[in-house]
């Protein structure tokens, strides 16, 4: 149980283009999912947190406008970064949190690479 | 402002042989204190979640204790398999959930 997918694996994608990643809950209801990003040898950031339904709440220095975030059902979250540049290459990872177990239990996805030429 | 430290930030050890690392925080409010395992390339794997100072869980060769300051992931004699990054993350009592994470440790054991 509490498995989280994400999709794409890897992307390349030419600067100036948009990339969406798309992240989901497969055998339960994420009210809340997060998305990170991380950066060779470095541990995970948070860029935003997510609801279902609502606005997501940006990290501060995350640009709302480039990343941009839609939590449009309980089982989906995508991340859509627009207009990349290289600088926007980096592991993106979502999590999902589950409150059907004892406590607050964040599961991650198996993280897409994004490189941008 | 929330923080978490891991130490230290490399250990090699040989197969079987047992070590310990370490997780200091500091948090307004602790909610929770998780530990993951990650492989290159992959997300974060769960391993443990702690709660309140004194509580201890073990899974196969890894047991994780919790105290007011810190925690500690002990590996019983590990085995090349286990080598791997292992982040710990704490969570306050607000309502964001949100996770905040150590730089990890990256552990390599060598048979």
């Known amino acids: 149980g509490a498995v989280v997918s994400q999709h794409p694996s890897w992307v390349i994608c030419k600067s100036g283009t948009s990339v969406k990643i798309e992240c989901r809950s497969l055998?339960?209801?994420?009210?809340?999912m997060f998305w990170y990003r991380q950066f060779p040898k470095q541990s995970l950031m948070l860029m935003a947190t997510?609801?279902?339904?609502?606005?997501?709440?940006?990290e501060q220095g995350v640009e709302k406008d480039k990343f941009l975030i839609n939590h449009a059902s309980l089982t989906l979250s995508t991340l859509t970064v627009t207009s990349a540049h290289p600088e926007d290459s980096s592991f993106y990872i979502c999590?999902?949190?589950?409150?059907?177990?004892?406590?607050?239990?964040?599961?991650f996805g198996p993280g897409t690479r994004l490189t941008v030429t | 402002e929330d923080q978490v430290t891991q130490s230290p930030e490399a250990l090699r050890l040989q197969e079987g042989e047992s070590s310990s690392l370490n997780c200091s925080y500091t948090?307004?409010?602790?909610?929770?204190l998780f530990w993951y395992r990650q492989d290159p390339g992959k997300g974060p794997e769960f391993l443990f979640t702690?709660?309140?100072a004194g509580e201890e869980k073990e899974k196969e060769r890894l047991k994780a204790t919790l105290t007011k300051k810190e925690s500690f992931l002990h590996i019983t004699a590990p085995k090349p398999e286990d080598s791997a990054t292992y982040l710990c993350a704490v969570q306050g009592t607000d309502s964001s959930y949100k996770l905040i994470f150590g730089s990890g440790t990256r552990l390599l054991v060598r048979p």
């Open positions: 055998d339960f209801q994420a009210t809340t």
């Open positions: 999590s999902a949190r589950t409150t059907s177990g004892k406590g607050p239990e964040q599961y």
């Open positions: 948090v307004s409010g602790l909610r929770g």
């Open positions: 997510s609801n279902e339904g609502s606005k997501a709440t940006y």
């Open positions: 702690l709660y309140s």
